[in-house]
């Protein structure tokens, strides 16, 4: 008897991909299967840096012997290769930074009316780390000067680093001195392994990879560093909350609008809208109990840990998500959406809009949010949630298994459980790493994605 290939460890992601595989519907899991490596990466390396290419460099002795029509080696390729995706990485969180920091800069500005600096004691932190005086300024005075100087990290030019590099222990700091590896401005960097990727620039692999770990440095040090403090600012620093995960967190009764993607900006809004009277009066309109929020992905993080909104789970429950039938609506904005998830609405009554300028979908509803008239737009998402409502069948695998999970365990929470109000540090944690009592501290990162 051949042994039952398990696809998901989560039973109820489980049970929802076999009700699709008995229903003819495809999903990522199936396509993994389908799609299988392709021979040349999984061998050697592909090169498409120029037009005398694409260059396949395999074969047994390919790390010697194999090269492009430019005389590029397998070492050299895999480097330009892996530099290319960490540009595009930095990119794309950085991207998400700078925006948050330019939201920032229109708060203070009294710009963006519907959003407001709700955590003043890390604004003045993220000013202490910068050298900016706050005491007996004006907390917007405060947070222009804290927006304006963060988005000097994206492009600058002449002399200087980004920022928060200041905030690494001295010895890190030391290290990458000496390696000469300290970024200058988030954009530099990008622009400067795009270029070095170029065919006929850099041909030396250290050389590539030394800029691969200065480019990732404007990721972890700017660009993530940037938006997850801001993000603090305007919304609050996490705190232990109650809440619940998995795809019961949909309900019946209930219109079920999902945040998925990347920004808070849209699902902040969204998360207020939603328990507003006029919205409930709205969606009891249309035949619903009230309004059921939840999030997908990181969005769902970000909603979690500051307002308890339950989680349907991360990247691979997107489809299985749509796939139980009760989602009415389904926000997505930047990073981690998949195409598929349009396709296969169609199956369903689910409308999924998009957010973003910057990202659409064909057959998607586009929605594109404007940061000064948040809150309208979010009435609007609701209302188009409300709406769909009444068009709900009974097709969908319906499973609603859920579990409870406690998140909101931010890095200023941790130190604050070490030593309360007063004498909150990391001292207590460290002394036990020291003593050798505790092994060491491992991070995971919440996305199901590789
Ligand atoms: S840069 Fe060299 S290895 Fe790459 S595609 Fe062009 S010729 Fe081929």
């Known amino acids: 008897m051949t042994e039952k290939k398990i696809k998901s460890a989560n039973e109820a992601a489980e049970k929802i991909i076999e009700w699709g595989e008995a229903h003819d519907m495809v999903t990522c899991f199936e396509r993994a299967e389908k799609l299988k490596p392709c021979p040349i990466g999984a061998s050697g390396a592909c090169c498409k840096a ?43 969180h950085s991207d998400h930074a700078r925006g948050m920091a330019y939201t920032l800069l ?26 900016i005086e706050f005491e007996g300024r004006e907390v917007n005075d405060v947070a222009r000067d804290v927006a304006t100087r963060l988005i000097e990290d994206f492009g600058r030019q002449g002399t200087g680093h980004v920022n928060f590099l200041s905030r690494a222990p001295e010895k890190t700091q030391k290290r990458w001195e000496k390696w000469g590896i300290k970024p200058r401005g988030v954009d530099r960097e990008i622009v400067e392994a795009m270029h070095r990727t170029c065919i006929g620039v850099d041909h030396d692999p250290d050389h590539i990879l030394l800029h691969g770990l200065r480019t990732a440095l404007t990721d972890g040090w700017g660009g ?16 232990p909350v109650k809440a619940e995960a998995s795809f019961g967190i949909f309900e019946e009764n209930m219109v079920n609008l999902v945040v998925h993607g990347h920004e808070p900006l849209l699902a902040e809004m969204i998360v207020a809208a939603v328990s507003e009277s006029g919205m409930v009066e709205y969606a009891k309109s249309k035949g619903a109990g009230g309004i059921n929020l ?15 909104i339950p989680t349907a789970g991360g990247f691979t429950n997107q489809e299985l998500g749509i796939m139980t039938g ?14 598929a998830i349009v396709e296969l ?31 309208e737009m979010a009435r609007d998402v609701v209302r188009l949630a409300c709406d769909n409502f009444p068009n709900r069948t009974t097709g969908g695998s319906h499973i ?51």
């Open 50 to 92: 120029c037009h005398m290419g694409p260059c396949r460099l395999v074969g047994k002795n390919a790390e010697e012997a194999a090269r492009g029509v430019c005389g590029a080696t397998l070492a050299t390729v895999a480097a330009r290769n892996l530099l290319r995706m960490i540009a595009a990485g930095s990119a794309a």
């Open 106 to 131: 229109a708060v203070a500005n009294g710009e963006a009316k519907d959003f407001r600096i709700t955590d003043v004691k890390k604004l003045y932190r993220v000013a202490g780390y910068l050298d």
């Open 224 to 239: 993530s560093m940037i938006s997850t403090d801001i993000t603090d600012i305007l919304f609050g620093t996490p705190a």
């Open 294 to 308: 939840g999030g997908m992905c990181c969005t769902a993080n970000e909603v979690l840990m500051r307002h308890g």
């Open 326 to 339: 009760l989602v009415d609506a389904i926000t997505v904005d930047v990073q981690c959406i998949m195409p």
């Open 345 to 375: 609405s169609k199956k369903f009554h689910t409308k999924v809009i998009t957010t973003s300028e910057k990202a659409m979908i064909p057959g998607a509803i586009h929605m594109e949010f404007d940061e000064e008239r948040a809150m």
């Open 400 to 450: 609603t298994d859920k579990f409870p999970v406690i998140g909101g365990f931010s890095h200023e929470y941790i130190e604050y459980m070490q030593g309360g109000s007063w004498r909150a540090s990391f001292r207590p944690l460290n002394d036990a790493i020291m003593a050798g009592r505790i092994r060491g501290v491992v991070g995971l990162a919440g996305c199901d994605n590789p």
